[in-house]
């Protein structure tokens, strides 16, 4: 494996529409692992192909599902060509950040649930019904391979926030993506 350079806004690649992956190929598979090692690296929880330069529809999420149950066990993804099959109608706003936007959190409203479908490591068809930061996760990172970030989708012109010195940052608001 190895550690690959993240893309900081404005670099243009992460405003292209990433391209569906033919074939889960040993290539995608180091793809995935490396972009595991990364993210782990940053640190982030979460990383989108268009965030290392490759324009491929490929996503890694390390997240603790719930975030009020710190004990919970983290899931782990490395997704190929994942997409939203089903959206909840209900949504609530919640604070995001970025790997690719360093600094900064906004507030975005996303659905509460949404069904993922995609390619797992192996090319096996998985489905996934996410729900809150789970959903919030998945939800940002497909919009990264359409080109999409979430300063796009910010629930109001004042709901980006600049972080202060690190210290100050509380440990849940340091997550980002
Ligand atoms: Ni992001």
Known sequence: ???REIVLVPDPVLRRKAKKVAKVTPAIQRLLDDMAETMRAAPGVWLAGPQIGVLQRVIVVEVQPDPDKPDTQHEFYQLVNPEIAKTSQETEEGSE???SIPGYVGDVVRAVAVDVKALDRSGKP???KARGF????LQHEIDHLDGILYLDRLAGPDKLHQLPEDDAIPEETKVVA
């Open 134 to 137: 789970l959903a919030r996760v």
């Open 97 to 99: 950040g970025c790997l």
């Open 126 to 128: 998985i489905k996934i």
């Open 1 to 3: 494996m190895a550690l």
